[in-house]
């Protein structure tokens, strides 16, 4: 069964770091280019950075970009996101998942997990 758990979320102050974590299990999550989401109350789903297979970073959003790092985890099927100098603006529900996504953009599947809720105060 495929799952895939987002954790590390919390409550920080503007400015603060944190560290996302993703663990997937049941396929080989290591084999694909695999990203960070996230999603803010009423706004779009956003890709917030990719790595590729090889652990080669493909993207960032403009919106993260020398503030966010992702990589991958040294056990297998897992991956980092590395959150450095955080605004309010980052407050968001995260997700990991392959990029694209496995089947499609849709969070409520119980495939994605629950995500992690970063909050940022300012």
């Known amino acids: 069964e495929v799952q895939l758990q987002a954790s590390g979320g919390g409550l920080v102050q503007a400015g603060e770091s944190l560290r996302l974590l993703c663990t997937a299990s049941?396929?080989?999550?290591?084999?694909?280019?695999v990203g960070w989401f996230r999603q803010a109350p009423g706004k779009e789903q956003e890709g917030v950075a990719c790595?590729?297979?090889?652990?080669?970073?493909?993207y960032y959003a403009d919106s993260v970009k020398g503030r966010f790092t992702i990589s991958r985890g040294g056990a297998r099927n897992t991956m980092y996101l590395q959150m450095n100098s955080l605004k309010p603006e980052d407050t968001a529900v995260y997700y990991c998942?392959?990029?694209?996504?496995?089947?499609?953009?849709?969070?409520?599947?119980?495939?994605w997990g629950q995500g992690t809720l970063v909050t940022v105060s300012s």
């Open positions: 790595i590729s297979a090889g652990r080669r970073p493909i």
């Open positions: 049941g396929f080989s999550f290591d084999d694909y280019a």
């Open positions: 998942n392959t990029d694209p996504p496995l089947w499609g953009w849709d969070p409520s599947e119980p495939y």
